[in-house]
């Protein structure tokens, strides 16, 4: 599905998000996080660092079962199929999660800019 929609619009490939509607900081997807409870923000957060269940649990003070339960209330709510959707989403949109004013995260990945093309 998505290389066939990609083709459609090869006026600007180097950024989907433009003419896709997956742009974790559109309307629609920070309407979605904010279904999520502060909890599962929490999880959603420490999930895009790659830790597994066992981890966050620690993390959390948790158990890995509730662990478990809260990443799959996420998946259900964010309309993601797949756990590690969630976490490309978790780090795709964590200005819009983190509430944090000396985030590291935005010394990290630099904010969206668009790119120029190559010239050869």
């Known amino acids: 599905m998505f290389e066939r929609s990609y083709a459609h619009h ?13 742009d974790p900081a559109s309307g629609s997807w920070a309407a979605r996080l904010e279904r999520l409870t502060g909890r599962e923000k929490e999880v959603l957060l420490l999930l895009g660092t ?3 269940n066992r981890q966050l649990a620690r993390e959390l003070s948790i158990a890995e079962r509730t662990v478990k339960a809260h990443i799959a209330r996420i998946i259900e709510k964010l309309g993601q199929e797949t756990r590690l959707q969630a976490a490309m989403l978790s780090v795709l949109a964590h200005g819009l999660l983190c509430s944090h004013p000396g985030c590291a995260q935005d010394d990290v990945v630099p904010p969206r800019r668009r ?6």
Do not use: H, I, K, M
């Open 115 to 120: 790119r120029e093309p190559c010239v050869a």
């Open 50 to 52: 790659g830790l597994g």
């Open 10 to 22: 090869t006026n600007d490939p180097s950024c989907p998000y433009q003419w896709s509607e997956r």
